[in-house]
Each structure stands twice: as structure tokens, then as C-alpha cells.
């Protein structure tokens, strides 16, 4: 099973400032195609999940360009340029090269 | 716009079945860019996937469940279906339907959700 972790699990965070999430998955999750099977995704507060990345890189569609993300391999960032009162809630990165798991999730708050 | 709807018990007793079915609407359940799957999340917000099918039958199995789960699909009423046998208490979850879209022949990320269902586990 690929363990993926993410850091920090709590992200207090001042309106307007950037904001940053790592997920660090056990192996490789970089598909011999090249394809890094990483997505994330946003849980806001009383709502399902919501996908903003997908393939490590790719923004979903509707998901505001203040969202990026990047990496590859093992190593992967979740980017919000300028934080929002809207972007709160739980992020989770999930890989899906092998068996799929998800991170144990970041809270982000607003300061 | 594709949507998913989950419906079932919301209450199952300790060493039972459990069984929920997701309905699709707004797409096709037999469109050949979707694996249909089932993630749930504890009440401590882990998040676990259990499996995935695609129309034409075949399965995706999470290796820590597998030997639980049944998958199915029924594309005449737009329905795929979870029975998780032998419940505990450690199954009481949020139980969400996704689309799960496919690269390379297998799911690789989820986009829709299900509104999901909580499903408790207790006697």
C-alpha cells in the first residue's frame, strides 16, 4: 500500500497571503507514461469532497487559477496563491497509481 | 451535469450486510470515461476508497476490504451498487458514490462526489 502524508495537518492562514500543503506519498506515484497520479482535493465544511487538481498538475475544471499544483514522483504541493474566506475546509492528496489512498487530510482555517 | 445519489439503510447491526446503491443521472452510466466507485470517510475524516466497477462489470478492488465487498452495476436503471458483509462498528462512515475518471484503464481521480449517506453501525 502507498502511504501518503501531508503536512501540515493544521494551516491557520491571514486572508489575501499565500498558503502551501505538502503530500509525500511512500514510493513513487509517477506512471511509466510519465503521469503522476496525484490529485486533490477540497472538503469544505458540510460538504463531499471536490477535486482541484488532477494528474499532479491540472486544474479542474472551475477550480480558480489561485490554485496550482506541483511536483513529482514522491514529493507534491498544493499552492493557493492568495487566500480566499471561501477556501476553507480539508484538503486531501490521493494517489492512484497503485491501490488508491488518500492523505490524512489538512485543515485550513481562517486567521 | 452528471449527478450521483446514494440510497440505503442508514442504520445496520453489527456482524450484517450492508448495502447501498448510487444512482446516475445527467450522463450515461455506460459512458466509457467513467469508473463508477464508492469512497467512505470515518468520522475522524480519514478518507478510504473501497472499490471501483466500469459498466461493463469489472472491478477495483481495495486489497484491505476485498474479501467484503461486492460490487455490481446495472446499466438498465443507471444503478451501481456496495454490499459490505460483516460489518463492526469500525464501518460506521460517510459513505460517498464517485465518477471515477479513467486513464490507462483504471480510475484515477474522482470528479463527481455523492452528497453521501451516513451509514451507523450499532445494535
Known amino acids: 500500500e502507498i502511504v501518503m502524508t501531508q503536512s501540515p495537518l493544521s494551516l491557520p492562514v491571514t486572508p489575501g497571503e499565500p498558503a502551501s500543503i505538502s503530500c509525500r506519498s511512500s514510493?513513487?506515484?509517477?506512471?511509466?507514461?510519465?503521469?503522476?497520479?496525484l490529485a486533490w482535493y477540497l472538503q469544505k465544511p458540510g460538504q463531499s469532497p471536490q477535486l482541484l487538481i488532477y494528474?499532479?498538475?491540472n486544474r479542474a475544471s472551475g477550480v480558480p487559477d489561485r490554485f496550482s499544483g506541483s511536483g513529482s514522483g514522491t514529493d507534491f504541493t498544493l499552492r493557493i496563491s492568495s487566500v480566499e474566506a471561501d477556501d476553507v475546509g480539508i484538503y486531501y492528496c490521493?494517489?492512484?497509481?497503485?491501490?488508491?489512498?488518500f492523505g490524512q487530510g489538512t485543515r485550513l482555517e481562517i486567521k | 451535469q452528471l449527478q450521483l445519489l446514494e440510497s440505503g439503510p442508514r442504520l445496520v447491526k453489527p456482524s450484517e450486510t450492508l448495502s447501498l446503491t448510487c444512482t446516475v443521472s445527467g450522463d450515461p452510466i455506460t459512458n466509457t470515461i467513467f469508473y463508477w466507485g464508492w469512497v467512505r470517510q470515518s468520522p475522524g475524516k480519514e478518507v478510504e476508497w473501497i472499490g471501483s466497477i466500469y459498466f461493463t462489470g469489472t472491478t477495483y478492488d481495495n486489497p484491505s476490504l476485498k474479501s467484503r465487498v461486492t460490487l455490481s452495476i446495472d446499466t438498465s436503471k443507471s444503478q451501481f451498487s456496495l454490499t459490505l458483509t460483516s460489518v463492526t462498528t469500525a464501518d460506521t462512515a460517510i459513505y460517498y458514490c464517485v465518477g471515477g475518471r479513467g486513464i490507462g484503464a483504471r480510475p484515477r481521480y474522482f470528479d463527481p462526489w455523492g452528497q453521501g449517506t451516513l451509514v451507523v453501525v450499532s445494535s
Open positions: 490521493m494517489q492512484a497509481l497503485q491501490a488508491i489512498t
Open positions: 514510493q513513487s506515484v509517477q506512471h511509466t507514461n510519465g503521469y503522476n497520479y
Open positions: 494528474l499532479g498538475s
